[in-house]
């Protein structure tokens, strides 16, 4: 189970990319970086975070895909705005 989980090195920025379901996260970590993640036309396809990486101007980043978020029953929701 640990070798499926995403490797995460402090020592580089990390950008994560959050927002709701099937907005094109998976697919703009697809084209900018090395991750592969599953790209559907349904919501939900990402279940867990997946991780690829950038190299821009000598300089390496890692990028983080996730599940989207949604809207909590109490009228509140996961994102501030």
Excluded at 34 to 60: A, D, Q, W
């Amino acid at each position: 189970a640990l070798r499926s989980m995403p490797v995460v090195d402090p020592h580089i920025p990390t950008l994560c990319l959050v927002g709701s379901p099937n907005v094109g996260k998976s697919s703009l970590v697809r084209i900018l970086s090395t991750g592969k993640p599953e790209v559907c036309s349904y919501p939900f396809t990402t279940r867990g975070i997946l991780m690829g990486h950038i190299v821009s101007n000598h300089e390496r980043f890692q990028v983080t895909d996730t599940p989207g978020l949604l809207t909590r029953h109490d009228g509140q929701s996961d994102f501030p705005y």
